[in-house]
C-alpha cells in the first residue's frame, strides 16, 4: 500500500462521518459521566445528613446525564444515515466532513453544558440541606442550564438529518 492509498482510506468520508458520530458521544457522554458523579459526591454528603431529601436530591444529580443521551442520539441518526447501521455510505470526503461539523454543536455544548449544570446541581444539593423547601427554585436553576444541551441537540438533528449529498 502506498502512502497516498493510506492517507484516502484514512481520511475518508466515511471516517469522517464515524468521528462526528464517536465525538457526539464520547464528549458529552464523559460531561455527563463526571456531571452525575460530582452531583452524585453532593448527594451522598446530604444524605449523611438527612435521608428524606434523596428524592428531591437524587432529581438534581440525574438532569446532568441528559446530555449523554442527547449525544447518544445524534450517533445514532449518522450511524442510521451513512451506512454503519443502514443507509448509503459517505460517498465523499466532503460529505463526511459535513458530518463532522453537524454533531460538533452536541459534541462540544453538550460536554460544557454537563459539567456546568453539574456544578450548579451540587449548589443545589447543598443548598437542599439548608432550605428543603428551596427545592423547586435549585430544579428550576438545573434546568436552565439544560436549554443549552436542547438547543445544541436541536440544531445537530437537524443537521444530521438534512444532510445533503455532496
Known amino acids: 500500500m502506498t502512502f497516498a492509498e493510506l492517507f484516502s482510506s484514512l481520511f475518508s468520508g466515511q471516517n469522517f462521518a464515524i468521528l462526528g458520530a464517536a465525538l457526539a458521544v464520547i464528549l458529552p457522554g464523559w460531561g455527563?459521566?463526571?456531571?452525575?458523579?460530582?452531583?452524585?459526591?453532593?448527594?451522598?454528603?446530604l444524605m449523611s445528613e438527612d435521608s428524606s431529601k434523596f428524592g428531591k436530591g437524587f432529581t438534581l444529580q440525574i438532569l446532568?446525564?441528559?446530555?449523554?443521551?442527547?449525544?447518544?442520539?445524534?450517533?445514532?441518526?449518522?450511524m442510521m444515515n451513512t451506512g454503519i447501521m443502514g443507509g448509503e455510505p459517505v460517498a465523499s470526503v466532503l460529505q463526511g466532513l459535513y458530518y463532522l461539523g453537524a454533531c460538533l454543536p452536541m459534541a462540544v455544548v453538550?460536554?460544557?453544558?454537563?459539567?456546568?449544570?453539574?456544578?450548579v446541581a451540587v449548589a443545589g444539593i447543598n443548598m437542599l440541606s439548608k432550605s428543603p423547601e428551596a427545592s423547586g427554585k435549585?430544579?428550576?436553576?438545573?434546568?436552565?442550564?439544560?436549554?443549552?444541551?436542547?438547543?445544541?441537540?436541536?440544531?445537530?438533528?437537524?443537521?444530521?438529518?438534512?444532510?445533503?449529498?455532496?
Do not use: D, H
Open 138 to 166: 435549585a430544579l428550576t436553576s438545573v434546568a436552565l442550564v439544560e436549554l443549552y444541551a436542547l438547543l445544541a441537540l436541536v440544531i445537530s438533528f437537524f443537521l444530521v438529518s438534512n444532510a445533503p449529498v455532496l
Open 110 to 119: 453538550g460536554y460544557i453544558s454537563a459539567v456546568r449544570q453539574a456544578r
Open 64 to 78: 446532568p446525564a441528559t446530555q449523554g443521551l442527547y449525544g447518544f442520539a445524534i450517533a445514532f441518526i449518522v
Open 32 to 45: 455527563s459521566a463526571k456531571g452525575v458523579g460530582m452531583a452524585g459526591e453532593a448527594l451522598a454528603g
